[in-house]
């Protein structure tokens, strides 16, 4: 239990420096984490005699994962790149038209990987590569989507990457706690050390501290600001009503147990209550389904980079199921997008000129005066 | 391949009991030299020849009728061939005697499935159903609830689906089942992606999803023809059967096909309209740039081969040469990851749905390759040739409310300020 505390202070502090330093440093801490999650598991399923006679199949991995990269991150911060990269006009032509046709570019890169793929299929080899070949898309599957999620909730606001985060490192704690001082009745049979005392006593834990760490995360702009560009500099936003407090008259008889008359809840609060519940209900699932697959193919661990706690992927099993369900309620719940201006905004963003767009926006600021004018 | 022949020489009865019970036998066929399985050489090749083209003519027959049908009515076929599919590939690496011991796991595959289906084709079709139900209130308010929520819907069906997938692990079978689950993430992810790009095709217009689907079909069929008559030198060890004369005869007649398809193509306003609601009934439209004709003066040398003096062409056939250059270059290898599947997997056929074919997933592997293609293609070149700030501001007023344009236009706002600030 002692290595385990140490390295997790370890992380933990790590992770709340990175959190001071800002959008950008999180989201390069966030491709660090893929980088070494991705190398644990391409190394998990490999057989040393096969890749003796297979050279240069590890490196078609590593193509995949580039391609990967450039696409998930070339949809989702569009507005960002394009928004940041205005000053040197060589770079902002590079960068521009590397956005307009990148989905053509992701799509080349593929296919080269897959035309690679099929010229270096070697007799006796076909089942060991065709397996190599679907382990290594479900791994970018896993690791891609659930980073660029979370890539996408950050620039929403750090609120709704750090309050998930959080839930689940606190619902982690907590159940090793409750079952290390009460646990009794075994959970389920995959994980045999997790036990219903543990799982009860975090669900607890984790709903309260939802409720009391989205109120105090929710005073911090830079927090809960979004960042529209790739810049690294202090924010300041108007909150929104989500992070506008509200207040609550307390009913008279309780007004003996707590000195407040009032008390001031964020809105945002009832949200974080939501989240709660998928952290300490659904969010484990991600670790039995992590003890399953290392029971199926007999492994201890992922891997050993981090001393008591195994490999990257060991830490980060619930995180992936959180961090997906956090963007989609987000977009659901939060802060629909509209999918039409989204597509408009995306379609004027990406394939008109700067010049084109000061046009489109000038003339449609004379629609709605000349219809104002017509209304009057 | 000296086993097979030290195996056959043994005593009769031995010989071919070991000879009944070699599940590779025909792998081991392919394995013998090549030039023994061109088709050059096969002696009942006429007869292969002729149950194919039975089966081709039907194909094509039925295809070109729901073509004339419609676009939902494609949607439809095309759904059809995805569930057919899907239903193909889930029984390819099922295990008889652990599929006893596992009631209900073919029911998870399926849930996935429907999943999936409420998932990409709620995507790319929540502007097409609100143009269609706007008549009836409830209905309407039903469906825009599921587009509101249709993200939130089919990730709580797909945890539904992963929970309960977890809850069924058994012991002894932990490794069978978790193949079991990545084979299934394959197939949907293979079936899916390319039957939602057809679909997004179609709606920009058939003539995108008609013109690639032809391209593949002529090759195939050129291929065939050519290494029937002509081939001899094998292309690669994955498909014995394949030819280099076979594939340039079968690429030159691409190519050319393609461009003359297009001029035929481009002139029915049927194929070239994009569809933007669900409807079925005739369409008119203003056919765009890419596909007015223009003129070319034939230069005077060749004025007495062609009796044209001008000839003309439109803008898009020259888009149609880049989709044949990569329906003859590029979606053969769909083609040859199959071959390799099916000898990873000791599997003939995927399927025998089709007399002289094999199963759908034999006819669609090429085509799925192209039809990525078609739809990545047509978002990166055609589409964005068609936009400039006039349509772009027709569009927005056209379709976007109010209050939507006036977030629109505060978002512009935003980001022009933003960048200002940037550049101070």
């Known amino acids: 239990m002692l290595i385990r505390a140490y390295s997790s202070v370890w992380m933990i502090g790590g992770f709340s420096f990175i959190i001071y330093m800002g959008h950008l440093y999180i989201w ?37 994962f580039f391609t990967a990269m450039l696409f998930t991150y070339g949809h989702f911060l569009t507005q960002q790149l394009v928004n940041t990269v205005t000053s040197d006009k060589l770079l902002c032509q590079l960068v521009s038209g590397l956005i307009k046709y ?119 702009q830079w927090l809960t600001c979004p960042r529209k560009d790739l810049s690294t500099g202090w924010l300041h936003c108007d909150p929104g009503p989500l992070f506008k407090p509200e207040y609550f008259s307390l009913p008279a008889l309780m007004h003996q147990w707590f000195p407040w008359k009032e008390v001031a809840i964020l809105p945002v609060q009832c949200h974080a209550l939501a989240f709660g519940l998928f952290a300490s209900i659904i969010a484990p699932f991600g670790g039995f389904f992590a003890s399953g697959f290392k029971r199926a193919f007999k492994l201890k661990d992922f891997g050993d980079s981090i001393p008591g706690h195994g490999g990257i992927t060991d830490r980060m099993d619930c995180q992936m199921v959180m961090a997906v369900f956090a963007y989609i309620y987000h977009q659901s719940f939060v802060m629909p997008p509209s999918f039409s201006v989204e597509m408009f905004l995306d379609q004027i963003l990406r394939n008109l000129t700067i010049e084109e767009q000061q046009l489109l926006y000038e003339q449609l600021g004379n629609f709605f005066q000349a219809r104002q004018l017509l209304q009057a």
Not at 38 to 57: D, I, T, V, Y
Not at 152 to 167: H, K, M, R
Not at 208 to 215: D, G, P, Q, T, W
């Open 28 to 64: 390069a801490l966030i491709v660090v984490i893929q980088i070494f999650m991705a190398r644990e598991l391409f190394s998990l399923l490999r057989r040393s005699n096969e890749e003796r006679q297979l050279p240069g199949f590890r490196l078609l991995n590593w193509h995949f």
């Open 102 to 220: 990148q989905m053509f570019i992701c799509y080349f890169l593929y296919i080269a990987g897959f035309v690679w793929f099929i010229l270096t299929l070697k007799k006796k080899m076909y089942r060991y590569q065709f397996s190599q070949f679907a382990w290594t898309h479900m791994i970018l599957l896993m690791v891609f989507v659930q980073s660029a999620f979370t890539v996408a909730n950050i620039f929403e606001g750090i609120f709704w990457f750090l309050l998930p985060a959080s839930l689940i490192i606190i619902n982690d704690i907590a159940a090793y706690f409750f079952g290390f001082f009460f646990g009794r009745t075994p959970l389920i049979k995959l994980s045999p050390k997790k036990t219903w005392e543990g799982f009860i006593g975090a669900s607890v834990t984790t709903l309260l501290s939802a409720f009391v760490l989205a109120n105090i995360m929710g005073h911090f």
